[in-house]
C-alpha cells in the first residue's frame, strides 16, 4: 500500500514536474525572446532584439539618410528569485503563472505604443512613394505653397513628406531640468536658433508639440549648450577651464535621469530622441560617452564630418545671425544693379580665411574682402549690390553668411572643407551656390568673372526661390527654417524602425 502511494506520489511529481518545466519552457523562450539567468542579482532579464526596416530607395528621397542597423533593446523584468523554489510546488506554480501574466501585460502596453507609432510612420511612407509615382500630392489641406523647383531634389517627394510631416509628427520635450540651462536658450547672436527652436518646439500653440510621451514620434532633450558655456563654465581664465568635463557630465546625467524615469530612450538606445544646439562645443556632447549616443540625432550648426558629424543620422543646422528682428531689412537690388562681383566682411579666424585675407582683404574693387566696415557703410546693403557673397569657414565650417547671403538675394560662395550642408536631404545646394575649395581662393576672381550672365540670372532666381527655406518666423510657418529643420528631424526617424516586443 505504502509502496503503491509513494509510487502514486511520484507519479503525480513527475507529471507536474513536467507541467511546469513545459510551462516554463513556453514562458521563457517566446518565438525571438531570449531569457537568461543571471546569478549576480538573481534575476532573469529579457534581450529583445529590434526588427531591422529596409531602407527608402534613392528613389524616395534621392539620398541616402540613415543606413545605420538599429540598435539592440535590452528591457529587464524581475523574474524568480532562487528563494522562491524552495516553496512548495503551487507556490511555484502561482508565481509562474503570475510573472507570464504580468509580461504579457507589458508585452500588450509597448507593442500598442510602438505599432502604433510606426503604424502611423508606415502609411507615410506610403503615402510619400504614391506621390513620387503618380508625380503628383494629396492633401487634406489647402496648399499654400506647391514646392516644383529644380532646387529640390525630388519635389514631389519633399512635398508630400512635409505634408505627412505636419499631418503627424509630434515631438515630446522633456520636462525635466530647470532653467536657464534647461528649456531656453540664447535668443539672439549667432547661436539664436538654439533658443528659438526650444521655446517654439515647447510652446502649447505648437502643432508638433506632443500632449503626452505617448504619441510622440522623437523625444527632444531641451538642454541648451549655449548657456552652458554661459552660466557653468564663465569665466574661462585658465587652460583648463577649457575642460569639457562638465559638459560631459551634464549632458550624460540628463540622459540618465530621463531613462530611468520614462521608457522611451531605452526602448530605441536614444535612436529616437534628439538635441539642438548652434555652438561650437556642441558635437562634443557624445565624444566621452560614445556608446551612449551611438544613435541619438545630433541637431549642429557645427556640421563637420571630418570630426564625426553622420549625415544620415545627425542633422545640420543654419546658423542665423539673430539681431534686433526676425527678419533683417530687405535690402537686394535687381541682378542690373548689382555692382560689386563678390563681398566678404568678417574677422580673421581659421586657416580659410586666413587664405582669403592674404589673396584679397582690401586689394580689389571686384573683390571686396574687408576686416571691418569703414564708418557709414551698411553690411546688408553692401550684400545687396554683390552679385556673389563669399561665405568662408572660420574655426568651425558653418557660417551665418550663408543664410545672410540668400535673405539678401546674393549667391552664397560656398568655400569649405567638409562641410555637411543643411537640409541636403531635398535641396540641392549645386543649383543656388557656387562652392569653391580653399586651395581655389587665388582664382577666385577668375572664377566667378567666367560664369556666364545667363548662368548667374539662373543662379539669382533660384535662390529668391530656397529664401523662404531659411526665414525664421514666431511662430512658425510652413516650409520655413523651423519646418525645414523639424523635416530633417523627421527623415531620419522615418528611416528608423524601433522594434518591439513580439507577442
Not at 535662390?463 to 527655406?469: C, F, G, I, P
Request: charged share 20%.
Amino acid at each position: 500500500m505504502a509502496s503503491t502511494l509513494s509510487c502514486a506520489s511520484t507519479t503525480l511529481l513527475l507529471l507536474l514536474t513536467l507541467f511546469l518545466f513545459s510551462l516554463f519552457y513556453n514562458l521563457t523562450f517566446n518565438h525571438d525572446q531570449l531569457l537568461t539567468f543571471n546569478n549576480k542579482n538573481n534575476s532573469i532579464h529579457t534581450a529583445i532584439t529590434t526588427a531591422t526596416l529596409p531602407l527608402m530607395t534613392s528613389n524616395v528621397l534621392n539620398t541616402i539618410i540613415y543606413d545605420t542597423t538599429p540598435p539592440k533593446v535590452y528591457l529587464h523584468y524581475s523574474f524568480l528569485s532562487t528563494s522562491s523554489m524552495h516553496q512548495d510546488t503551487t507556490q511555484i506554480s502561482n508565481h509562474l503563472f503570475a510573472a507570464k501574466k504580468t509580461i504579457k501585460k507589458k508585452k500588450k502596453k509597448k507593442n500598442n505604443r510602438l505599432e502604433r507609432i510606426e503604424c502611423d510612420l508606415a502609411k507615410a511612407r506610403v503615402a510619400i512613394h504614391q506621390a513620387i509615382v503618380s508625380k503628383s500630392f494629396k492633401s487634406d489641406e489647402k496648399q499654400s505653397f506647391v514646392p516644383r523647383s529644380s532646387i529640390y531634389r525630388n519635389p514631389y517627394a519633399f512635398h508630400q513628406s512635409h505634408i505627412e510631416m505636419v499631418k503627424r509628427f509630434k515631438v515630446w520635450s522633456y520636462k525635466e531640468g530647470e532653467r536657464p540651462i534647461f528649456h531656453t536658450g540664447r535668443m539672439n547672436g549667432v547661436y539664436s536658433i538654439e533658443g528659438q527652436f526650444i521655446e517654439e518646439i515647447e510652446s502649447e500653440k505648437s502643432p508638433f508639440r506632443a500632449k503626452h510621451p505617448e504619441e510622440a514620434h522623437t523625444f527632444f532633450l531641451p538642454i541648451s549648450v549655449a548657456h552652458i558655456i554661459k552660466f557653468i563654465y564663465s569665466p574661462i581664465i585658465y587652460p583648463s577651464d577649457y575642460n569639457r568635463d562638465r559638459l560631459y557630465r551634464l549632458m550624460t546625467d540628463y540622459v540618465g535621469v530621463v531613462a530611468n524615469k520614462y521608457p522611451f530612450w531605452n526602448a530605441s538606445n536614444g535612436a529616437d530622441h534628439f538635441m539642438l544646439s548652434c555652438h561650437d562645443w556642441a558635437p562634443e556632447i557624445s565624444h566621452e560617452k560614445p556608446k551612449l549616443f551611438q544613435y541619438f540625432i545630433r541637431v549642429l550648426c557645427n556640421a563637420n564630418i571630418s570630426e564625426g558629424f553622420q549625415p544620415k543620422r545627425d542633422v545640420s543646422l543654419p546658423e542665423i545671425n539673430l539681431r534686433s528682428t526676425l527678419s533683417p531689412p530687405d535690402l537686394g537690388q535687381v541682378p542690373q544693379n548689382r555692382t560689386i562681383l563678390a563681398f566678404f566682411v568678417g574677422r580673421l579666424h581659421g586657416y580659410i580665411r586666413k587664405i582669403l585675407f592674404q589673396e584679397w582683404k582690401d586689394k580689389d574693387n571686384d573683390i571686396q574682402v574687408h576686416e571691418k566696415l569703414q564708418r557709414g557703410q551698411n553690411y546688408t546693403k553692401l550684400m545687396g549690390k554683390s552679385k556673389y557673397c563669399l561665405c568662408p569657414s572660420g574655426y568651425e565650417v558653418a557660417s551665418p553668411r550663408v543664410v545672410e547671403a540668400i535673405n539678401a538675394g546674393c549667391v552664397p560662395v560656398i568655400i569649405c572643407d567638409s562641410y555637411s550642408l543643411p537640409f541636403s536631404d531635398v535641396l540641392d545646394w549645386s543649383k543656388f551656390t557656387i562652392q569653391i575649395r580653399p586651395s581655389k581662393i587665388p582664382k577666385l576672381k577668375s572664377i566667378l568673372s567666367a560664369i556666364p550672365n545667363e548662368k548667374y540670372l539662373k543662379l539669382y532666381n533660384q535662390v529668391s526661390q530656397v529664401k523662404r527655406h531659411f526665414v525664421l518666423n514666431r511662430p512658425a510657418q510652413p516650409f520655413d527654417v523651423t519646418h525645414m529643420v523639424l523635416h530633417s528631424i523627421w527623415l531620419r526617424r522615418l528611416n528608423v524602425k524601433i522594434g518591439h516586443l513580439n507577442s
